[in-house]
Each structure stands twice: as structure tokens, then as C-alpha cells.
């Protein structure tokens, strides 16, 4: 008989919104009146923006007609996207990439999961806690030693370098779930550390178009020095709505290396083409010519009325639970709002309550890890008047 990974064994049962859905799912069951409001999972509401609409029509035109047909494509993207993304890097983020460093992908979550078959089980690897539960289970699949970076208030949810090395280091930011920014200061210790050990860090900005705040890093490769010790993940799930859509892409600078078992310096750019070319056959031609649209300046600026949008829905959230007296952290340079659970609820005990009382879906803080518990996560994604509704009718139960 076929044996299985051992490993899935500890796994927890469910990954977090999957448990979230199946809750809300009886929920709505046993309530088919009640109208639900969902800030759970952070799923955009606003359709694609209409540049992007429109270049995934030509791209239908273009999949109609015999000489502009595409078949399979590059498994690391067009270099119409890839070009579109190099520029945006050096306009916006002042960083230079070669365009064989960046490669297209179906979204962050993805390649963010997938990075973990270049490295070895034996690789000691730092978590935050709390953390996208993606990270921590998908080096739980592999086997390797998981060691926590605690975040909590006292550091700001953005934790440091500890004293001992590491192999293997997941940051996100601005973060999921705390909503917590790295300053560029901040960064510089990471990258300085796991330049001194050798270490990799994997390096999740997919929430980088919501920093709002001047001067803040967007992405590691704005730190010197990183090259040699980051790999970036990048999604435009929450830069242009493309949750449904899926691309996103990632960054393996080509001067990054990690060692063999004979000690032989390996470059990871060369393990992850050789990675994606074999279990990976691209994005489609459609989708990669509507993300090359979000890079243009009517991309740009089309998107960033939509950020805007949510904006202005994390500022009713905050407001709300100001009132109420309710501590929270995040909602400036990210989409979610994390809050501290009221009357000594812990988060899924808040979850069940607010659901029940008010019909409306949050993330509890606990799904994130244990320093999340006593938290509970609201999104900024809803449209403005379901987030009204929302705090009117959690401001009445609180
Ligand atoms: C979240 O809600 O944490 C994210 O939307 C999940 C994801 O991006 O996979």
C-alpha cells in the first residue's frame, strides 16, 4: 500500500478560511434571512478596473484570430509583463531587476507555497507569530524546524533578528494579518542578518500598493544588500482586484545563492526556473495581458482610486472601534484592520458572537498563531455601505 507524507499528519485540520467558510456556510443554514457581511477572507468587491478589462478583450480578439493566437507560453511570463513589471520596480521603488529575475506566476500564495521545494527539511526556518497561516503550514508539509518570531504590541507586530542564526526567514510586509510596516531601518537589520548567516529571506509584498505612509519600504529590494538574501513574492490579488483573476509574480535575483550537501553555492534563480518549467506551465496569455495593464499610468492611477476605495473603508472600521473604545492596530498602510477581541472574548469565541449577533464574518486572531489569540482581523474590502452597516451593527452590540 502507497504511504503518505507524514507530515500532512500535523497539519491542523483545516487551513484557516476553509474552517471560517464552513462556519459562516452553517451559519447562513440555519439563517437564510439574515444578510451576512463578509470582512473574513481579504476578497476584493470592486470589479477590474477598465484598462484591464479592456486589454483582456484585445487579448480575446487576439486568442480569435490565427496569427495572433497564443498557445502555451513561457512558464516564467511574457516579457511584455515582465518588462511592464521591471519598469514599475525602477520608477517606483528606485530598484533595478534583470528581467530573467522576475517570474510570473497564478499569485503569491502559490509560489509563496512552492518556494519550499527548493530547500532542504534539515533548514532551520524563522515564522512570525502571528503569521499567513500558508508560511507555517507549508513548512509543516515539508518537515523542516519551524522556530516562532514572536510579534506582539510590545514590537510593534514588526519582530527583529534574534541572537542565534537561521536558515530560512518569512516575513510579510506590510503585514497579514497585524497590518504592521517594516521600516526601512527595520529591513536593513533583516537583510544585514541574513547576509551575516547566510540565510534566505522569503520576503511576501503583496500588500505593498496599500503603504500610504512616506518613506516606507514597498519592497525588500529598496534595502542594500538584499540581493544577496531575498526572494520577493508579489500578487495583484489586492493591487488590482485580481483575487479571481490570479497573478501575481516573484523575484529571484540572480546573485542569490544557497548551499549544496558538498558545500557548492547554488544559484536559486537557475533552481526556480528549473522548478517552474517542469510543474509549471504559465499564466494565460488573457490574464498576463489584462496585469500588463495595471502597470500603465491609466493601470496606475485606475488602480489606485480602488485602493483609495478601501481606504476609506479602514478609516470607517477604525473610527467605529474608536468610538467603542476598542483597541486596534493596522488600517494605514495595509487593508486589515486587527483588533483587540472585546470583554476578554478570545477569537473564536468573538467570531461566533459577532456572527451570530450581528451576521458579520471577521478572521479570528488565533487562526493566525498563538500570539494572535485575543485578536480578531476585519478586512477594508467590502463596499462602503456594507462596511457602514457592518460597524453600525457591531457598535451596537459592543
Ligand atoms: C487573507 O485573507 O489573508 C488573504 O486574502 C488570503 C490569501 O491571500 O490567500
Known sequence: MAHINENFLSLKQSYLFSE????????????PEKKIIRMGIGDVTLP???????????????????????????EQGYDFLRTAIQEYYQQEMGVSLNLDEIFISDGAKSDVGNITDLFSA???????????PVYVDTNQMLGTKIVYLQADENNGFCPMPPEQGADLIYLCSPNNPTGAAYTRQQLKEWVD????????????????????????????????GAKTCAIEFCSLSKTAGFT???????????????????E??????????????TKFNGVSYIVQRGAAAVFT??????????????RENARMIGAALTEKGIPYFGGINSPYIWMKCPNGMDSWEFFDFLLENAAVVGTP??????????????????????????????????
Not at 477598465?50 to 507560453?73: L, P, R
Not at 476585519?378 to 462602503?384: G, I, K, N, V
Request: one cysteine or more.
Open 244 to 262: 479571481g483573476t490570479r497573478c501575481g509574480y516573484t523575484v529571484v535575483p540572480k546573485a542569490l545563492t544557497a548551499k549544496s550537501e558538498q
Open 48 to 74: 477590474l478596473v477598465d484598462c484591464v478589462i479592456d486589454s483582456m478583450h484585445q487579448a480575446v480578439e487576439d486568442m480569435a484570430k490565427k496569427e495572433t493566437f497564443h498557445g502555451y507560453g513561457p
Open 297 to 310: 499610468q491609466q493601470g496606475k492611477r485606475q488602480t489606485r482610486e480602488n485602493i483609495s476605495y478601501y
Open 365 to 398: 486572531g488565533a487562526g493566525f498563531g498563538n500570539n494572535g489569540e485575543g485578536f480578531f482581523r476585519l478586512t477594508a474590502f467590502s463596499d462602503h455601505e456594507s462596511t457602514a452597516e457592518a460597524m453600525e451593527r457591531m457598535k451596537k452590540i459592543l
Open 264 to 277: 557548492k553555492e547554488i544559484l536559486l534563480n537557475q533552481l526556480w526556473l528549473r522548478r517552474q518549467t
Open 20 to 31: 471560517v467558510a464552513k462556519r459562516v456556510s452553517a451559519f447562513s443554514e440555519r439563517h
Open 193 to 224: 542578518y541574513a547576509n551575516r548567516y547566510g540565510a534566505i529571506i522569503l520576503f511576501d509584498a503583496a500588500y505593498e500598493a496599500f503603504v500610504s505612509e512616506q518613506g516606507l519600504p514597498r519592497s525588500i529590494f529598496e534595502i542594500e
Open 122 to 132: 534539515e533548514n532551520t526556518v524563522l515564522i512570525p507569530d502571528p503569521v499567513y
